[in-house]
């Protein structure tokens, strides 16, 4: 994505928030279910186990993070022109969700702000719909775009299973436009470019590693191409995959080295 004359695209106010209770691994649903069944060895070090968080209030975690996010972007809530909420899983009925969203945008002072849902996309929601906020900010539809992502793992789903423990938790960020000059200074992130794929036999069955040429792959070589840029050009990894093991195989499926693969988890 280039930028706009003397504006950039820019990621700002990065906020995250944890949910309140937090337990051990070994005390998650479905932890004794999936090591019996998988036959895993128990090295929490090594699958990156650790401790959970859990919230009874997926909305008052995302209200923090949206208020963080303004608060450190000192970007006004009258000056918000859209607010995407992002998440995986709806925490709950549709008439609690729209209810509770409405009380968040009131309590933040969004009058202005127009509303969109994001989901269906795993582990990728939240940077997808980064990505959808920046196209809308470059096309001149938006000056400023409130991105909050909000996670509750529904109650019938075990939070451990296929290697991976969830926590509910709610992260925001805010996509604009901003001059060139000031963007060290503010802290912001230029987004660069943008670029997505779809595999609908990866979303029925999941990722199947002896695959010549897995969603993951295309992507990120389709993308490198679109900028006329080299693997060897790239000096850091952030993965969205949820644990380590696969974290790792995926990222040196593309070609990366394992030197530049951030320990860091982007949920």
């Not at 090591?35 to 209030?57: A, C, F, R, V």
């Not at 991976?164 to 604009?176: G, M, P, T, W």
């Not at 000096?235 to 644990?243: A, I, Q």
């Amino acid at each position: 994505m280039e930028s706009t004359g003397d504006l950039n695209v820019c990621l700002s106010g990065i906020s995250y928030q944890f949910g309140e209770l937090t337990e051990n691994y070994d005390q998650a649903s479905g932890y004794l279910e999936t090591i019996t069944t998988s036959n895993l060895p128990e090295h929490p070090t090594m699958w990156g186990w650790g401790q959970y968080h859990k919230t009874d209030d997926p909305y008052h975690l995302a209200l923090q993070a949206a208020r963080s996010s303004l608060n450190k972007a000192k970007v006004l809530a009258t000056d918000i022109g859209l607010t995407i909420f992002a998440c995986s899983y709806f925490p709950d009925k549709n008439n609690d969700l729209y209810y509770s969203t409405g009380k968040l945008l009131k309590k933040l002072e969004l009058f202005n702000s127009k509303v969109e849902g994001a989901t269906l996309m795993g582990c990728a929601t939240l940077l997808n719909t980064i990505g959808r906020a920046s196209a809308l900010v470059h096309s001149g539809e938006y000056k400023n775009i409130l991105v909050v992502g909000i996670d509750k793992l529904p109650d019938e789903y075990n939070r451990f299973w296929d290697y991976a423990l969830f926590s509910d938790s709610a992260a925001a960020c805010i996509v604009s436009l901003k001059d060139r000059e000031p963007l060290e200074k503010d802290s912001a992130l230029c987004i660069r470019s943008f670029h997505s794929g779809i595999d609908v036999d990866e979303i029925i069955d999941g990722v199947k590693f002896k695959s010549k040429q897995p969603l993951h792959c295309r992507v990120i070589k389709e993308h490198l191409e679109k900028e006329g840029m080299k693997i060897s050009e790239i000096k850091k990894v952030f993965n969205n995959n949820v644990y380590l093991p696969v974290k790792r195989q995926k990222d040196t499926m593309v070609g990366f080295k394992m030197i530049l693969l951030a320990e860091i988890t982007i949920y």
